[in-house]
């Protein structure tokens, strides 16, 4: 998402590439399965639909008024000693964490997971700088140390199989671990702890800024958040501008939607609230505290159709329940955000020129609207950003094929024609009441799928001849 | 009380491709209680453009459906989908349009097929007699756009020799998506598999479903990877079960 940051295909190219990973399929389709069980036992016994409705209720008014929320944010947190920096694009956001680590002459960073980081390229900065920057949370240290990005939105490695894991360590470390979960975490978590204890600045992201308060809070389950927040001298938090709720009453109702949407918890196992630097009489915590409010073309969508993507609380739900996403994973998409929200948000972030495809990367069946905890209508925004692709961009034949087509079938008599016209045409390619290959456009269709051919009679044809008779039998109500 | 006017909306699909579920609709119609007709003007709702994000072309299909089904005190169609793009989609469509009122108006007089029978028609119960294992497919936009939950499955439920068993996932989408379809073939067909493959642990000889477009797509892989296994709509079937097949036609 920063300049010069091209994706790697098309959607259609990259989905190719991934589909053609042997297991991939079923690795992923397993781990959705679990989510989408754990999702519904964390709600079970809940009222769901209202919990939806009042963390809609509340991401819509907090969006609403982000800029009083964020400046009464920003105030009570300097209040408090926190240095917070409104950062209007990634490089931007980019920059100032260069600075902070400069100031201190830092080269190694202890990081939790941060998908703010990954959509400003942060890493690859810190890096080109010779800045030492190790990922603490399991899954982003693996898809760290096998260079590449986060598949998923809460769970980055989830196209990685154990043994492919195990691998990977053993060519990395020059180890040989056996590909077993617990003894492959040991070794990870051995080696972090050693990181924990030696960076001089740690970076996390933000679950939810609390504006009242001047407070952040971190979710997580490995408790890395807490030690990047708190063992290094330097903390820089990195939150999305829209991350925010007015008061911890709000947060209330927030967390177990996060919690429950995500990992399917009603609790996270590590929660960090975290106020500001230590004071006089803190016996630990950070020198200094850093908060990097990222804009980086969020504030475009403030008043437009689009807002409610602002509402997103990054739980990924609407990627486990995805068909599209289940089939080729976050890598199919060649974006750092992937699945339902990645589709709806790149192309709003990014624009249409890089991500214009994405809209289409989607089948419309609305499992993701029906699964949001924000009530988000994705898949209508998705048919929005198509109408606003295809106003834009959509190709001159595409533009024609569709006039044609809706000029032709806009009318009874017309209509009929063109089936006739069909019946006389597919006479070369029906063999035995199917279509195993068909001239393009169809032949998209035929490649995977036979088609069904125009039927000797059609529906109109046949109630012409007969339907509008009343057969004595039928209960029809004369 | 005089039976309910019924305008069958028939949808392109069935009409060109599939013609026997219109006849079978109108047959469950009548059987039902109602006075079918079947307006002639009717082509196809606008859903392709509408969805690959052409709204102008889409509009000029929805004009011809406005005007087609005016007049009548329902409109029932055996899909989902295409119901949906009337009931839930037209409003939108038509907004801020000189057809607002009449899209409204349509939007709230337009039903799936068994949703009529059941919730409208009172069609508690269809005694019938069909052989053999099914499975039900969800189509998606019947259930997550309309709300159908049960009303396919309940009627089904009263056919004799007629086994039902769920798949582990019957609301996955099978990869149709309409233009979606040929727009990403392979993810398309991957999806296909996918919902194949929960066909096949079910042990079903046929997938039911209420709407042609995914029974064209799911019969179109299986006729590649799983020729045994039949693909039907459930007005077929049901109308075939309750021996209403002659009634139509």
């Known amino acids: 998402m920063t300049a010069g940051d091209e994706r790697a295909g098309t959607f259609a190219e990259l989905a190719h590439v991934q589909l053609e990973k042997p297991g991939l399929r079923r690795a992923i389709g397993s781990a959705m399965d679990r989510f989408v069980l754990n999702r519904a036992n964390a709600f079970a016994g809940a009222d769901l639909e209202a919990m939806r409705a009042a963390g809609e209720a509340i991401r819509a008014h907090t969006v609403a008024r982000l800029d009083s929320y964020l400046a009464q944010f920003a105030e009570a947190a300097e209040a408090r000693g926190v240095k917070v920096f409104f950062a209007a694009d990634g490089a931007e956001a980019v920059e100032y964490v260069r600075g902070v680590i400069r100031d201190h002459g830092a080269t190694r960073v202890a990081k939790g997971k941060s998908m703010a980081s990954e959509e400003i390229g942060l890493n690859h900065a810190l890096e080109a700088d010779g800045v030492d920057v190790v990922e603490t949370d399991l899954g982003e240290y693996i898809v760290q140390i096998a260079h590449e990005p986060p598949s998923h939105i809460i769970v980055p490695a989830i196209h990685k199989k154990r043994d492919e894991i195990a691998e990977l360590f053993n060519d990395v470390h020059h180890t040989d671990l056996p590909a077993d979960p617990p003894e492959l975490t040991r070794f990870a978590r051995e080696l972090l702890r050693d990181r924990f204890l030696s960076a001089e600045v740690g970076i996390t992201g933000v679950n939810f800024a609390v504006a009242d308060a001047g407070a952040f809070v971190i979710v997580t389950n490995e408790g890395n958040g807490r030690m990047c927040s708190t063992l290094p001298k330097v903390h820089v938090a990195l939150m999305g501008m829209e991350r925010i709720v007015p008061s911890f009453r709000e947060l209330a109702v927030m967390l177990p939607l996060l919690t429950g949407s995500a990992t399917g918890q009603r609790v996270t196992a590590y929660l960090n609230v975290i106020g500001g630097p230590r004071g006089p009489d803190d016996v630990d915590g950070p020198d200094e505290v850093h908060v990097v409010i990222l804009d980086n073309g969020r504030s475009r969508l403030l008043g437009t159709e689009y807002r409610s993507v602002l509402h997103c609380i990054r739980c990924g739900a609407c990627q486990n329940v995805c068909p599209v996403y289940r089939q080729v994973g976050g890598h199919g998409y060649g974006t750092v955000y992937g699945g339902p929200i990645g589709a709806v948000l790149t192309p709003l972030l990014d624009g249409f020129e890089r991500a214009g495809d994405l809209p289409y990367a989607s089948s419309l069946c609305a499992a993701c609207t029906d699964v949001c905890p924000v009530r988000i209508p994705l898949h209508e925004h998705l048919l929005s950003l198509r109408r606003d692709v295809a106003r834009e961009r959509a190709g001159a034949a595409e533009r024609s094929a569709f006039r044609t087509w809706s000029a032709v079938w806009s009318r009874p008599w017309s209509y009929r024609l063109a089936a006739r016209f069909g019946r006389a045409g597919q006479a070369l390619f029906a063999r035995g009441g199917r279509i195993r290959r068909a001239p393009f456009p169809l032949s998209r269709w035929t490649s995977g799928r036979d088609l069904p051919p125009i039927a000797s009679r059609t529906f109109r044809e046949r109630w012409k001849r007969t339907g509008h008779r009343r057969e004595p039998g039928a209960a029809d109500g004369r | ?249």
């Open chain 2, 1 to 249: 009380m005089p039976p309910a006017r019924v305008a069958l909306f028939v949808t392109c699909l069935v009409d060109l491709l599939y013609p026997e579920v219109g006849e079978a609709s109108v047959a469950l119609l009548r059987h039902a209680g109602a006075d079918v007709a079947f307006p002639a003007g009717q082509t196809c709702c606008g859903q392709p453009p509408f969805n690959a994000g052409f709204v102008d072309d889409a509009r000029r299909l929805g004009r011809v459906t406005l005007r087609a089904f005016e007049g009548f005190d329902a409109v029932v169609s055996p899909s989902g989908s295409c119901a949906a793009m009337l009931r839930v989609s037209y409003p939108h469509l038509f907004a801020g349009e000189p057809e607002e009122r009449r899209a409204r108006d349509l939007a709230g007089r337009t039903f799936e097929l068994t949703e009529y029978l059941v919730d409208h028609l009172g069609l508690d119960r269809l005694e019938g007699r069909w052989e053999g294992r099914v499975t039900y497919h969800d189509a998606c936009h019947g259930l997550r756009e309309l709300g159908l939950r049960g009303q396919g499955r309940q009627l089904l439920s009263g056919i004799d020799g007629l086994e039902l068993v769920e798949m582990a996932r019957p609301d996955a989408c099978c990869g149709f998506g309409g233009t979606f379809s040929v727009r990403l073939p392979e993810v398309a067909v991957a999806m296909a598999d996918d919902k194949a493959a929960q066909i096949d642990a079910t042990g079903a000889s046929t997938v039911v479903a209420g709407d042609a477009g995914c029974l064209m797509h799911m019969a179109g892989r299986l006729a590649r990877s799983r020729a045994d296994i039949a693909t039907m709509h459930v007005a077929s079937l049901l109308a075939s079960a309750a021996g209403l097949e002659r009634a139509a036609t």
